[in-house]
């Protein structure tokens, strides 16, 4: 069976030498693995237009425009998103 082609996408903003950062990413993987979502990851080290809105407040999942997470994983938020995507 296939993976849908619209499979939702998810950006994280994260730095590479955080330790949050990689800890969400390690939690969020088998969380949405079942559900062939892309995750983008975005270094705000290396785009600093996204200093201001993330600079402190890393790791930062969203979908879309959509905040679902920050600092730690929210695997109900998560959850949600994925079910609302199918529907």
Do not use: N
């Not at 809105?53 to 999942?61: C, K, N, Q, T």
Request: hydrophobic letters at 35%; proline letters at 9%.
């Amino acid at each position: 069976m296939s993976q849908p082609t619209d499979a939702p996408a998810l950006t994280l903003y994260l730095r590479r030498w955080c330790h949050l950062c990689d800890d969400l990413l390690e939690q969020l993987t088998p969380l949405i693995a079942p559900h062939g979502v892309e995750v983008r990851e975005i270094d705000i080290d290396e785009h600093p237009e996204f200093e201001a809105p993330y600079g402190e407040h890393i790791p930062v999942l969203c979908a879309g425009e959509r905040e679902l997470c920050r600092h730690r994983l929210d695997p109900q938020a998560v959850q949600a998103y994925l079910l609302e995507s199918r529907a």
